[in-house]
């Protein structure tokens, strides 16, 4: 299966990027998105979390593992031109004013080529990792 990864070094501790992207169900706190964009149902693994795009359509995702500074989660249903998906979000520590958050997924493309799905991800994490550093800024 593809796998894309992306990595971005912030210049915040591990522990304020871990407060800021750590909560599975509460994206809106670093995509600038309003609450009801993003709901959760459940709790710990196997939470739910359903995201609603701005034109209407939703993304519902599993959260499959997590620990201290990470989580993995699996898309149940979506849009999203994927069979599969399986991805991994984590904060390590650079030094006491930085740190790194590498997130990575796993997938299945279903109308894509494996090179376009693999720039198709990846962009994916790009954009998320950009409204990161805008909530930042």
């Known amino acids: 299966m593809p796998t894309a990864e992306i990595k971005h070094v912030f210049p915040i501790s591990a522990e304020r990027l871990w407060g800021l992207i750590g909560d599975f169900g509460d994206m809106g706190k ?8 993003c709901v959760q149902s ?10 609603t795009l701005d ?11 997590g620990g201290p500074m ?4 699996c898309i149940v ?9 399986q991805a991994t979000m984590a904060v390590t520590p650079v030094s006491d004013a930085a740190s790194e958050l590498t997130w ?3 997938f299945e493309p ?4 494996e090179a376009d799905a693999i720039a198709f991800v990846e962009n994916m ?6 409204l990161m550093q805008k909530t930042l800024a």
């Open 30 to 37: 670093w995509s600038g998105r309003p609450p009801g964009a």
């Open 42 to 51: 459940g709790v710990g693994v196997g939470a739910l979390r359903t995201i």
């Open 55 to 65: 034109d209407g359509r939703q993304i519902v995702n599993r959260l499959t593992a």
């Open 70 to 73: 990470t989580y993995s989660y």
């Open 77 to 85: 249903s979506s849009p999203l031109p994927m069979k599969t998906y």
């Open 104 to 106: 990575s997924g796993e």
């Open 110 to 113: 279903a109308g894509l080529s």
């Open 125 to 130: 994490y790009r954009y998320g990792i950009s």
